[in-house]
């Protein structure tokens, strides 16, 4: 796990951490790594919710299945984000959704419940972790607003263009490449695939947008600001 140092001092838990003090403190939160091939679950609904993890490498997605199966993705994560505090902060009986790599992954695995019950060895630093977990936590409400705002949109071609006009915001550019593939971004929108494909080519059509795999460029007066 030490050539993982560098990078989990990047992580937005651990800011204004010094790394010796990281390592020191590490052990003492059950810090255990574990390697996932794609789509592969490395957290599964019903588990007890007792562990949140960092993105060492590869990427996640917290994935919610109803019961006849249908799949929404709720969020993803990469090198070196955080998932999964929220439940093993307070404590969930059982985690309401699962957690798969995106790709082959490797993740740091923390337990909640010895950060919301620090012993002794880490209480220099406690004050400081919750600091940064309550920011990851407000950030994080502010990203779930905002699909809230995105899923409610009526219909397929709306949520596209709400979907891509952020990404194009967030890129800073009208050209930008979707984190998702076809699937993935019909399960993140909650759309039926078929239908989305064939609102795309009618974006396209309609000289909205040029697309060539996950590469977007929004056109006319929907593009932002260059």
Request: hydrophobic content about 45%; glycine content about 6%; some cysteine.
């Amino acid at each position: 796990m030490r050539e993982f140092y560098p990078l989990l001092a990047q992580c937005p838990l651990f800011q204004g951490i010094p790394q010796g003090e990281l390592e020191q403190v590490l052990p003492h939160l059950g810090a255990r790594t574990l390697r996932a091939s794609r789509h592969q679950h490395l957290l599964a609904a019903g588990e007890p919710a007792r562990w949140m993890g960092i993105v060492l490498s590869g990427s996640v997605r917290i994935v919610h299945e109803d019961y006849c199966g249908n799949r929404n993705i709720l969020a993803s994560a990469a090198p070196p984000q955080l998932f999964g505090e929220a439940f093993a902060w307070v404590a969930f009986p059982a985690l309401p959704v699962s957690v798969e790599a995106a790709q082959d992954s490797t993740v740091l695995l923390l337990d909640g419940q010895r950060l919301l019950h620090p012993d002794r060895e880490i209480l220099p630093v406690h004050p400081r972790l919750v600091a940064n977990l309550l920011t990851i936590s407000a950030e994080k409400n502010l990203v779930l607003t905002r699909k809230l705002a995105l899923l409610s949109r009526r219909t397929t071609r709306e949520k596209l263009m709400a979907y891509f006009t952020d990404e194009a915001r967030r890129a800073g550019s009208a050209t930008f490449t979707l984190d998702y593939d076809r699937q993935a971004l019909a399960d993140y929108l909650g759309v039926d695939r078929s239908a989305m494909s064939a609102e795309l080519s009618k974006l396209r059509q309609a000289g909205l947008l040029e697309s060539q795999g996950r590469q977007i460029t929004l056109l006319g007066p929907l593009s932002p600001a260059r």
